[in-house]
T-cell receptor, first 109, second 115 residues
Framework: DAKTTQPPSMDCAEGRAANLPCNHS???????VYWYRQIHSQGPQYIIH???NNETNEMASLIITEDRKSSTLILPHATLRDTAVYYC??????????FGTGTRLQVFP | ETGVTQTPRHLVMGMTNKKSLKCEQH?????MYWYKQSAKKPLELMFV???????ENNSVPSRFSPECPNSSHLFLHLHTLQPEDSALYLC??????????????FGPGTRLTVT
């Protein structure tokens, strides 16, 4: 599976949009981009995934560039409860979710 | 609440004890997974079960023994563990194993401490 690169930490003001970037320049054609988050000492929570089209659900939006080498997770109106570590994972035809170090998002009042 | 429950949430055991972790999913999924998350290390996949059959064992020591009696239940039997086995053990489920579009839903984990 392709490797991903994320900034180690980001801050966001409550009520603002949080835009979390991810680079996956070695992604191959059948690999999906997944986003999970983990709030301290809890299990990871699935957020969203996509292949090449932009995706939106009740939690977030996923914007994937046309060349698929990077993506951005958007939390449209961040709340304090969105403070967590966010993981961008590229996954092909395997059950392995390879979690890197992720981005620690701190939402402040 | 993800539909995946784990018990116990916390467990302290000695190196000579035998204990079991339990996972149950209420999502109608057919695949279940055990992961280990140690301090300062990324999540590591341990075992995969698909339709009750083990399909993946990532070189896990034999002191960890999984059991999947049906698609809704998964156990991890523990015996003669070492202190370095102390970690958060996470269970996950998905509609089926394999395939690139197959999101996994995680339970809250069992925090295991081996003394």
């Amino acid at each position: 599976d392709a490797k991903t690169t994320q900034p180690p930490s980001m801050d966001c003001a409550e009520g603002r949009a949080a835009n979390l970037p991810c680079n996956h320049s070695t992604i191959s054609g059948n690999e999906y981009v997944y986003w999970y988050r983990q709030i301290h000492s809890q299990g990871p929570q699935y957020i969203i995934h996509g292949l090449k089209n932009n995706e939106t659900n009740e939690m977030a939006s996923l914007i994937i560039t046309e060349d698929r080498k990077s993506s951005t997770l958007i939390l449209p109106h961040a709340t304090l409860r969105d403070t967590a570590v966010y993981y961008c994972i590229v996954r092909g035809n395997t059950d392995k979710l390879i979690f890197g170090t992720g981005t620690r998002l701190q939402v402040f009042p | 609440e993800t539909g995946v429950t784990q018990t116990p949430r916390h467990l302290v055991m000695g190196m000579t004890n035998k204990k079991s972790l339990k996972c149950e999913q209420h999502l109608g999924h057919n695949a279940m997974y055990w992961y280990k998350q140690s301090a300062k290390k990324p999540l590591e996949l341990m075992f995969v079960y698909n339709f009750k059959e083990q399909t993946e064992n990532n070189s896990v020591p034999s002191r960890f023994s999984p059991e999947c009696p049906n698609s809704s239940h998964l156990f991890l039997h523990l015996h003669t563990l070492q202190p370095e086995d102390s970690a958060l053990y996470l269970c996950a489920s998905s509609p089926a194993a394999g395939g690139p579009s197959n999101e996994q839903y995680f339970g809250p984990g069992t925090r295991l401490t081996v003394t």
